[in-house]
């Protein structure tokens, strides 16, 4: 059956197709670089320093009391200089909603470069100032940004997009994460910074990027749908359009944001309470929570931290291993940008069920191989060749396509709430591997990858049952599908009216079938 909307737009459909003009590649370019990458940057960037910060660490200690560090007490130090970035992360989830709503998206972004700058300075002197609390400390700071970048990129870029490339640019920042990973790994190789000498300079050179897009970013347009729909000034977000696309003619645009607007004047901004109780986004809130829980909890983690000991456990040499891990760190990167150009065409669900398939069959026999491979010598090479496939799963679907659903299942009131709930999902999953993996592999050994494989498998049979497909669809048009899913009923004559008469007796029904059931 044919929705209404896409009728509607099918007129106008070769003037909403837009192009991947030079502004909209810069801004693409510039968010994901001063943001995202840094999120990936910081995930890896104390792993290989991490032995010549320990000594910093005790030596630091010693140089206090005149005694040597415990180890119960170092290794609680570590602990928390991992832990307390993804806890910072959650934080920075918290305050999504109220700094976007409040300073838009391009302003958000800004704001939080004073945070990275200034953790990134504070963890460059930490050596000289003789002081491992900063780096505790700036370790939460850090998360902070990451938290707000890993929300707010998306959903700007996705604000900013034309339809059809949409799904393309929502991953681009995603491939900015990946790069990250990859260049911290590099940084990090003995032979440049992960020594001695060399890890404050790894730690502080985080905030180049931010620095670079605090200066440049002002000159770039703000999300139209943010100045039209939340600041109602259409003239600013025409301009903004107009850059974007490099074109005069936006005036499809335009009447589809007017469109929204006007559908969602009665519901006013959604907080977080009200988008948890609202019957009209049910399926849409459990669909978020589902895909960043089967993101962070299938456990890609917990195979970056057993990669290393599958790989010499296949007899790579204890110095080659870093070169290992940094090869790995190059797939997943080659394997997101194949999703920047695959997503379009294929669409969101093929990735994620292809995605969380491939990390599901792969953990499933990596569990296997780790058991056999004492007994049966090629084993530890195909537990190398599924640590490969878990990671080539992720990259192409588990990791980028949840952060482009949140964009496209809500709309413009309710995305800053939808992207607080989803942002804090993944950042509290994200700590709970972190804290819980250890014991997990202390207890069940190779079998906890089981557990992974299952959470996998729930996540692929929701998908498929409940998730619908969003390429190339509007704002609009998707949540008129998520609306039967909710049991919504639309009256198509009320669709047609109620933007231009009152229907005496019928508020309340008009508001309970406004934006999100459209």
Known sequence: MKLKGEKQSSGSNEGSKGKMTLVLAMVTLISAFGSSFQYGYNVSVINSPAPYMQDFYNQTYYNRTGVPMESGFQTLLWSLTVSMYPLGGFFGSLMVWPLVNNCGRKGTLLISNLLSISAAILMGTS?????????????????????????????????????????????????????????????????????????????????????????????????PRYLLIQKGNEEQARRALQKLRARDDVDDEIQEMRQEDRSEKEEGQFTVFSLCTFRGLRWQLISIIVMMMGQQLSGVNGVFYYADRIFLSAGVDDSSVQYVTVSIGAINVVMTLLAVFIVESLGRRILLLAGFGFCCVSCAVLTMALNLQTTVPWMSYLSIVCVIVYIM?????????????????????????????GGSVHWLSNFTVGLVFLYMEAGLGPYSFLIFCGICLATIVYIFFIVPETKNKTFMEINRIMAKRNKVEIQEDKEELKDFQAVPGGQAEKKEISSHEL
Request: net charge neutral; no cysteine.
């Open 127 to 223: 050596e000289l100032a003789k002081t491992y609390e900063v780096i505790i400390f700036s370790r939460v700071i850090m998360g902070i940004f990451a938290g707000l970048a890993s929300n707010v990129v998306p959903m700007f870029l996705g604000e900013m997009s034309p339809r059809n490339l949409r799904g393309a640019i929502g991953i681009v920042p995603q491939l900015f994460i990946s790069i990250g990973i990859l260049i911290a790994q590099i940084l990090g190789l003995n032979i440049i910074l992960g020594n001695a000498k060399g890890w404050p300079v790894l730690l502080a050179l985080t905030g180049i990027p931010s620095l670079i897009q605090l200066l440049i970013l002002p000159f770039f347009p703000e999300s």
């Open 393 to 421: 799963g992720h990259a192409i679907g588990a990791s980028p396509i949840p952060f482009v659903m949140i964009t496209e299942m809500f709309l413009q009131s309710s995305r800053p709430a939808a992207f607080m709930v």
